[in-house]
């Protein structure tokens, strides 16, 4: 399998600050990657995807605004979290795919990002 | 709408089999998947289902009917390490990955 790595693993920080979570493909092209938010105990949610070059679509309910995806490479995807407040507070986790792989239908997903607002 | 339904919780004893089913009713289907996810960290991959019929590996093995929006996940001879949360997931149109709320299964000694 694909290997996808997602840094911080976790991170604290000030309610109005921004934070940036960053999502890459080590050995392989993602021309799509997806970032999702688990709260405790729940499903993950889909909020956006993200395609290489192009602008992300966003799920109905994510403000874009405030969640900025940029997927500015084949390798690399950031999602930042802008004006961050309390309730953002969750577990955000990045997954990728190169489409056209029959060998990997499967989306490969990142460690995971504990964000926690104070 | 999409919707993904699978049992919240279950419980199951160790060395036992236990099922877990999945139903959907999504846009479009590209294939059906079932990943483990213990509490904190990301899910992993266990199966996909593309064409119906039973996908075997190892001690799992997932079932797929199209025509039912139905699946299940097969857990054989249960270990304590299979305490986790379960996650029914479709392939929709463009893509994108959409999972069920998933089901917390707990392994009994």
């Known amino acids: 399998g694909a290997v996808v790595s997602q840094h911080p693993s976790w991170v604290i920080c000030k309610s109005g600050t921004s934070v940036k979570i960053e999502c890459r493909s080590l050995?392989?092209?993602?021309?799509?990657m997806f970032w999702y938010r688990q709260f405790p105990k729940q499903s993950l949610m889909l909020m956006a995807t993200?395609?290489?070059?192009?602008?992300?679509?966003?799920e109905q309910g994510v403000e874009k605004d405030k969640f900025l995806i940029n997927h500015a490479s084949l390798t690399l995807s950031t999602l930042t979290v802008t004006s961050a407040h309390p309730e953002d507070s969750s577990f955000y986790i990045c997954?990728?795919?190169?489409?056209?792989?029959?060998?990997?239908?499967?989306?490969?997903f990142g460690q995971g990002t504990r964000l926690t607002v104070v | 709408g999409q919707n993904i339904d699978q049992p919240t919780e279950m419980t199951a004893t160790e060395g036992a089999i236990v099922q877990i089913n999945c139903t959907y009713q999504?846009?479009?289907?590209?294939?059906l998947f079932w990943y483990q996810q213990h509490a904190g960290e990301a899910p992993t991959f266990l199966s996909y289902?593309?064409?119906?019929g039973l996908e075997e590996k190892g001690r799992f093995s997932s079932f797929l009917s199209r025509s039912k929006g139905y699946s299940y996940l097969l857990l054989k001879e249960l270990q304590m390490k299979d305490s986790a949360s379960y996650l029914c997931a479709v392939r929709d149109v463009g893509d994108k990955i959409i999972f069920g709320k998933g089901t917390r299964l707990h392994i009994l000694p």
């Open positions: 050995d392989f092209q993602a021309t799509t």
């Open positions: 997954s990728a795919r190169s489409q056209g792989d029959r060998m990997w239908p499967e989306a490969f």
């Open positions: 289902n593309v064409l119906d």
């Open positions: 993200s395609n290489e070059g192009s602008k992300a679509t966003y």
């Open positions: 999504t846009s479009g289907f590209n294939g």
